[in-house]
């Protein structure tokens, strides 16, 4: 038996932007999505170090519970720039570039080498 309501939704599918901060209309969804990936990669280099969270937080200059939640790619109140200097502390150079928008307004991105 089919429930009308509920699964007439499921056979809809809408695409997705690239960033489902602003999919979910969440404000300053550019700079989540900037948070986000600055976390991932602080987590990634933590991972590729084998470090402990106790250790990670000592060489980070934070607590333990807050490494926690990096790893998780939970950014929480750390600013871009408080995460920019965590990949620079693991020993990271971070360029910023900044250029002209194609559009109206313009967006902002991280890329990693």
Known sequence: ???SG???NLDRV?????????DLGL???DQELMKAR????IARILNDRGLTQSEAAKILG????????????RAGNFSVGRLIDFLTV?????????KPAR???GAMSVVFA
Request: charged share 20%; with cysteine; aromatic share 2%.
């Open 1 to 3: 038996m089919r429930n």
């Open 6 to 8: 509920k699964a007439a």
């Open 14 to 22: 809408t695409e997705g932007s690239c960033n489902v901060f602003a």
């Open 27 to 29: 404000p300053n969804a």
């Open 38 to 41: 600055l976390t991932l990669q």
């Open 62 to 73: 934070i607590q333990q519970p807050h490494v926690s939640a990096l790893v998780r790619n």
């Open 90 to 98: 693991l020993g990271h150079d971070v360029e910023i570039t900044v």
């Open 103 to 105: 559009k109206e307004r």
